[in-house]
């Protein structure tokens, strides 16, 4: 306490000891704002402090403050020196708001609230701007002979209070994620097995109806819906578990100048796509499909959000953490309120009437750039368009080996041969949602020159088709290739004759899931 002066060290002693203690005493961040104004207020010589941060649309509001009147903050309300995407906020030190250019419009409020001298600091934390923390005086001031340490001070501390906003807000997004993925997916993943069933029989039952009947077209619309609700649950399965097996080292501006093209033509003649990527290589670890998957969902939403026109614009560049790449898609259209910016990533979460949405584009985007360990923000106000902000960190290693981080026993390769293209297509459909690598063939002869390029495990063939049948392919298949299985099904009742020894036979109709629980038999032993 030597070099301070013992009555500045009593008036400034106690505003702290009430800090202190109003600091411990709370948990509420907005107590704790207005305590550290009230502090500052208390402890220089400036009669009016404020803490203003940005709201979901990236403006400046107030969030605490001391001495200003409700007329004033409406006035200024909005007013910045910088935007919500400032990278290079400096503090700013003013000392009569007369002589500033870009105050001029607001005079008349400075006048009126008796405000000459201002400070800007900038509350700035992770690289980016949070808000500013202002001080006001109503005399000009000779900033260069103001000791500002304490001012400084109190912005590190509301900063390191809006850091642990943001952390925490954060933490209960990914939580509340996490869960609704949980859920989404298990519930994904039973329906998905009674689809399976569903799209097995009707496929079945379309081959029983005759062409023309009227029956034959209720079972084509059931066959058209199932299908639809089998590509949902496939989005909602990949909401819930984005595959990062697939992994690899993407160059994102090389990727952004590759898709564009087919972004342009989505975008379609009266919305002007814009691309603005840095020169040099911008290196993440994702998948290529996933990627273009996400971009896809984000290049969508703002097309439907300018049904009149507009422009979409890309960006990418190195972000203020010199680890990660920012990629932003942004829009000039409706944008949207408060209520529906906090839930644009929730699962199921749709504005779009009559089966328009499904509400599952943004909460993949989530969950993709989540997966490749990054996150996903939104800028949004209505009528201002709407941002959409991705960090997504650099690629420093090589991308692991797929084989590495997949442990899993390998996929059975399975060569489906059948002549009904419905049946065929149901099957594949249905093996491949059972994990099994599927091709197909349309009869034996087929066949034969397929496995005479490829390496098969398992041999699926019906039993009568044209040209070469499934007991001639089973014939030859054991012959030439001793090493795999075979397996065939059959629409009739009976055993059909000269069956090898030791080929099964499974008889239609079956569940797919019974044709996977043979094959997985087939390729245990
Ligand atoms: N660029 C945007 N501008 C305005 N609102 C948007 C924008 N992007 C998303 N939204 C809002 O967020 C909601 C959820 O978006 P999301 O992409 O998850 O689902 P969706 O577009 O409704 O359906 P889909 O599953 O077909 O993508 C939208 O219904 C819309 O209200
Ligand atoms: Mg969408």
């Keep these: 306490m030597d070099g301070i002066e013992p009555v500045l060290a009593a008036a400034w002693t106690q505003p702290l000891v009430r800090l202190c203690h109003r600091l411990a005493n709370t948990n509420d961040l907005n107590d704790m704002f207005q305590s550290v104004v009230q502090a500052l207020v208390e402890t220089t010589g400036f009669s ?69 001298a201002l400070a800007f600091l900038p509350l700035v934390g992770g690289g980016r701007l949070l808000g500013k923390f202002m001080l006001y005086s109503e005399h000009p001031v000779q900033w260069r002979g103001i000791d500002n340490g304490f001012a400084l001070a109190a912005a590190d501390l509301l900063t390191s209070f809006l850091l642990r906003e943001e952390a925490s807000e954060k933490l209960l997004h990914a ?137 979409v614009t890309i960006v990418l560049q190195a972000a203020a953490d010199p680890d990660a790449v920012e990629l932003t898609v942004s829009d000039t259209g409706i944008g949207m309120d408060e209520a529906t910016r906090a839930r644009v990533f929730d699962p199921l979460f749709t504005t779009k009437s009559n089966g328009r949405g499904t509400g599952l584009g943004l909460a993949t985007c989530y969950a993709i750039v989540a997966g490749m360990g990054g996150e996903i923000s939104v800028r949004s106000a209505p009528g201002h368009g709407a941002s959409f902000v991705m960090r997504v960190p650099r690629a420093r290693t090589p991308a692991p080996r797929p084989t590495s981080v997949a442990p899993d026993k390998p996929v059975a390769r399975v060569l489906l041969v059948e002549d009904q293209d419905d049946v065929r297509s149901m099957l594949v459909r249905a093996l491949r949602t059972m994990g099994f690598a599927v091709a197909n063939a349309v009869n034996g002869r087929a066949a034969m020159s397929m496995l005479a390029e ?22 030859m298949v054991m012959e030439r290739w001793p090493d795999v299985h075979v397996l065939l099904v059959t629409g009739f009742v009976d055993a059909p004759e000269g069956v090898p020894e030791g080929v099964p036979v499974l008889h239609k109709p079956f569940l797919p899931r019974e044709l996977g629980h043979r094959i997985r038999m087939l390729t245990a032993k």
């Excluded at 400032?86 to 006048?111: K, T, W």
């Excluded at 109806?209 to 209720?218: F, L």
């Excluded at 379609?268 to 840095?278: F, I, M, T």
């Excluded at 098969?456 to 070469?468: A, G, N, T, W």
Aim: glycine fraction near 8%.
């Design 175 to 311: 939580r509340r994620m996490e869960s609704l993925g949980l859920m989404a997916g298990g519930i994904a993943h039973d329906f998905n097995n009674l689809l399976t069933t569903i799209l097995g029989y009707v496929a079945l039952i379309r081959e029983e109806t005759v062409r023309g009947t009227p029956a034959r077209g209720y079972v084509e619309v059931l066959l058209h819906t199932t299908e639809r609700a089998a590509e949902l649950t496939k989005q909602l399965l990949g909401f819930a578990r984005p595959d990062t097996r697939a992994h690899e080292v993407v160059d994102l501006a090389e990727f952004v100048a590759e898709v564009r093209p087919s972004f342009e033509r989505m975008c379609g003649p009266e919305r002007r796509l814009e691309v603005v990527a840095a020169a040099e290589p911008m290196l993440v670890l994702g998948s290529r499909v996933q990627l273009h998957q996400l971009l896809l969902n984000l290049v969508q939403n703002a097309c439907d959000a300018m049904p009149a026109g507009g422009a």
């Design 48 to 116: 009016r402090a404020s803490v203003l941060t940005f709201d979901g649309a990236g403006v400046m509001r107030f969030r605490a403050w001391q001495g200003l009147s409700e007329h004033y903050r409406r006035k200024v309300d909005g007013h910045s020196p910088w935007r919500a995407d400032e990278r290079n906020a400096r503090p700013q030190f003013i000392g009569d708001v007369r002589s500033v250019p870009a105050l001029h419009e607001l005079q008349p409020v400075f006048q009126s609230e008796g405000i000459q």
């Design 454 to 475: 490829q390496s098969f495990d398992v041999v699926v063939s019906d039993v009568v088709m044209p040209e070469i049948g499934g007991i001639d392919l089973a014939h």
